[in-house]
């Protein structure tokens, strides 16, 4: 084969030269496999003034992320890291309509919430009991048992009592509906604990 002149050698280096246009798609694919490899971010504000108490609220891109009962936020802040998220900043704005809406809420000027949750961090089977126990409708309970028996493990009531006392999202997903089988209300996670189960109950025209 005789050498290559000039021209082919130049010839060569265009046509191996990526094009404007690959180049451009490949940077937008790495971007978006840096992004999707990146903790999603989360934002967070206070409700400071509700009748259960202060509330922390906190929102990411794919929903709600967490609601967290008293004024400390340091404890709620390092479990959202645990689950899997990245940066958390606290943000009036990101945070407003949820924080608006779990107000009415308690306020008795909303008869439901809207349930976009981020599961992130969250395992299948809690999913589960929390999707089951947001059927409950407003104004009934279900017992720890019965919920165990819809979810078709009869034998699982005090793994859902585990799975409900790990709502990342309490009121909005209403585990305080889940009662014991003698209708005592058992724990909540609450800052006053039982006293505002009862509260939430007693809102929603439950009878107990």
Partial sequence: M?????F???????LAAPRPEAVARAQTALRRRLQAEQPPAVWYDLVPDTPVGPLWVAVSEAGLAAIHYGADARAWL??????????AR????????????VAAYLLGRKRSLPARVDWRGVTNFQRRVLEAAAHIPRGHVQTYQ???RELGRPQAARAVGQALRRNPVPIVLPCHRVVA???????????HGV??????LHLEGARL
Avoid: I, V
């Fill in 195 to 200: 006293q505002t189960k009862a509260w939430l």
């Fill in 146 to 148: 019965g919920l165990a």
């Fill in 181 to 191: 089988a003698d209708g005592d209300l058992r724990g909540y996670l609450g800052q």
């Fill in 90 to 101: 606290r943000s009036a704005e990101k945070t407003a309509r949820w924080r608006a809406d």
């Fill in 8 to 14: 082919d050698l130049a010839l060569d280096q265009l």
């Fill in 78 to 87: 390092a479990a959202l890291r645990r689950r899997g998220f990245g940066a």
């Fill in 2 to 6: 005789p050498p290559k002149t000039r």
